[in-house]
């Protein structure tokens, strides 16, 4: 049984993390299971968000995530975001002593809320695969719930003052926290964090929604790619994921 200090060791040499990634496109993430047609039916209901019962937007975070969208993260000065929201720029300090502190004050908020979605969703998790799943689903319901968010997780916007951990990396740990002691990694596995892969996970349900969404996927058609995409994750690409490539782009 690994304990959950394990997982926090160094970096493995690059041949090794070499041989791991090719492993990975080979043949996936096998300790993952597949989720049968009547666990998905069910955790897919479980994952469902529903939009009312979130915050609305704070009109400082939709300005800031335009400014994203338009300038990408480095191009959202003060100057333009005073100018977003016809406010004079001095009145912006009154919020926040910089600029850092400003964009991370105003997507803070959202974020969180994001991470709590995804805390109360995998609570409700029998397994780690139902954990990946769940975290995958809900994250693209969420995403298409709340556009915006899409482009602060695809920038990286958000770090903590101290030490650079996004918040997400938090929410991560403590999703995984209470499963790490009841799966036993295989040795071949071992090559990368599972927040990496959860980081990836991530990834995914962000690239699907921002890309699909300029494609003019439907609603429909987003939510039927999580099961091709968990299929990736746990089979590899190779196996589950290039079949569908021109799909991806031409749905």
């Known amino acids: 049984m690994q304990n959950q200090t394990e997982y926090k060791t160094k970096l493995p040499d690059p041949d090794t993390f070499a041989d791991g990634v090719r492993n990975w496109l080979q043949n996936g993430w096998q300790f993952l299971q597949k989720i049968d047609n009547k666990s998905q039916e069910k955790l897919d209901t479980m994952c469902l968000i529903d939009n009312a019962n979130l915050r609305q937007e704070s009109r400082f975070f939709v300005a800031v995530t335009r ?3 338009l300038y990408g993260l480095p191009g959202v000065t003060v100057d333009r975001l005073a100018d977003e929201l016809h406010m004079a720029k001095s009145s912006l300090y009154n919020y926040s002593k910089n600029k850092q502190q400003l964009i991370h004050s105003v997507i803070k908020e959202e974020v969180e809320q994001f991470a709590f979605c995804l805390r109360e969703k995998v609570s409700c998790a029998q397994s780690f695969s139902e954990c990946v799943y769940i975290m995958l689903r809900t994250s693209v319901s969420y995403l298409i719930a709340r556009p915006n968010v899409s482009y602060v997780l695809a920038w990286g916007a958000l770090f903590n ?6 918040v997400r990396d938090r929410a991560i740990a403590d999703i995984l926290r209470p499963f790490l002691l009841d799966i036993s990694i295989p040795q071949q596995y071992q090559w990368m964090k599972l927040s990496a892969l959860t980081r990836f996970v991530e990834l ?4 699907l929604v921002i890309h699909g969404t300029k494609q003019g996927f439907s609603t429909e058609q987003l939510i ?3 099961p091709v995409l968990y299929e990736c994750i746990r089979a590899g690409p190779q196996k589950a994921g ?6 991806w782009f031409h749905e």
Not at 161 to 166: I, L, N, S, V
């Open 242 to 247: 290039l079949q569908y490539s021109n799909n």
């Open 204 to 207: 995914l349900a962000t690239s």
């Open 224 to 226: 039927s790619w999580v």
């Open 161 to 166: 003052a101290k030490k650079g951990e996004t």
């Open 67 to 69: 400014l994203i969208q």
